[in-house]
């Protein structure tokens, strides 16, 4: 449900309002715009009495939401949320520019990767210390050792870092060392990882499942949103389908069917969703044309020794390339990173 104020609601009759709601066993969320000032009723859709919220003095009209994830959808919050990494601003025009190797494999080497990325125009650091393998036996990350050296790294270079956590309880150390949590494909219904989450501030890459509709998406970013941390970024990554000669099937169309539904940033990895370097400069250009608020991209300067998705890194000197084509789009659509 959503309140739409009257213009000349006092602040008497605002206090009011959140506390009658409070008392019908329901959350407020204030969410102010140019012109009219919005009040989210959050908790089960079916109950609150439309009647019982109209009669609250100050309330002009009351809607029913139509979506089932509120506080993402547009509905709510009709302006594009901007979702500030650090220094970095997500969404509304900014674009987030995350690049890096898929692991944190040595200090050397993520610098080394760090320095070609920043110089390219990268604004976001990436690295996995946890990494989700489909294989025990496959290398599973540094773990609190790999959180480290991103962190150093990324301050040295002056970058904001992102990494991936698989489980509550590696929130501690996650908080500890970076300023992006990533939650990845595996992890996007992990829903006691998406509560622990909700419960901070730090912003959130929420990952789309391999199998996820949009509305499975819109609905972990729910959960997040729901804890009160409203840092959230979503990021299409491609789902798993027939087609064989791709690692997922890119899904460009998620991107502007979530804008139209839900305020929140979203961005694009082409790296997951095709698995094949050739084919991530084509996609990233098309993610911007498309609207995203960003791409996210694993580079490796020497691919055949990387420890994990090593096939489809791009190399440095691709990714430069790619990032002049990028400026050059975002310049044309009057997009900024
Ligand atoms: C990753 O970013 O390295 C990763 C494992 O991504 P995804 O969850 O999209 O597969
Ligand atoms: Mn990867």
């Known amino acids: 449900m959503i309140l739409v104020l009257r213009r000349d609601i006092t602040p008497e009759q605002l206090d009011h309002l959140v506390e009658r709601v409070a008392e019908l066993g329901f959350q407020t969320h204030i969410s102010r715009g140019e012109h009219k000032t919005i009040v989210g009723i959050i908790g089960d859709d079916n109950k609150p009495q439309a009647e019982t919220l109209a009669a ?60 070609f990325v920043k110089r390219a125009g990268a604004n976001i650091l990436r690295g996995g210390a946890f990494k989700p393998r489909t294989s025990p036996y496959s290398f599973q990350g540094l773990g609190e050792a790999g959180l480290q050296i991103l962190r150093e790294v990324g301050d040295e270079h002056g970058m904001p870092v992102v990494t991936e956590i698989m489980d509550p309880r590696q929130l501690e150390l996650v908080l500890k060392y970076s300023d992006m949590a990533q939650v990845g494909a595996r992890n996007m219904q992990n829903f006691d990882l998406l509560k622990e989450i909700g419960a901070t501030k730090i912003p959130v890459l929420l990952k789309r499942g391999m199998s996820a509709t949009v509305k499975d998406l819109l609905m972990s970013a729910e959960y997040i949103l729901a ?73 490796h300067d020497c691919p055949e020794k990387a420890m ?30």
Do not use: W
């Open 56 to 115: 609250i003095p100050g309330v002009e009209s009351v809607l029913r939401v139509t979506k089932p994830y509120n506080l993402a959808s547009r509905e709510m919050h009709p302006a594009d949320t901007i979702v500030e990494v650090r220094h970095v601003k997500v969404g509304g025009g900014h674009l987030a520019m995350i690049a890096g190797p898929c692991a944190v494999e040595s200090r050397e080497g993520l610098d080394r990767i760090a320095g």
């Open 227 to 299: 804890g009160g941390n409203p840092n959230v970024i979503l990021c299409e990554r491609g789902v798993r389908s027939f087609e064989d000669s791709t690692r997922n099937m890119l899904d460009l169309s998620a991107v502007p069917n979530v804008k139209g539904i839900s305020h929140l940033p979203i961005v694009v990895d082409p790296s997951h969703a095709t698995g094949r370097p050739d084919l991530i400069p084509s996609m990233a250009m098309a993610s911007v044309a498309a609207g995203a608020d960003g791409v996210h991209i694993e580079v």
């Open 308 to 337: 994990s998705d090593g096939p489809q890194a791009v190399l440095p000197d691709d990714y430069i390339a790619l990032m002049k084509q990028l400026r050059i789009l975002a310049d044309v659509l009057h997009r900024q990173f």
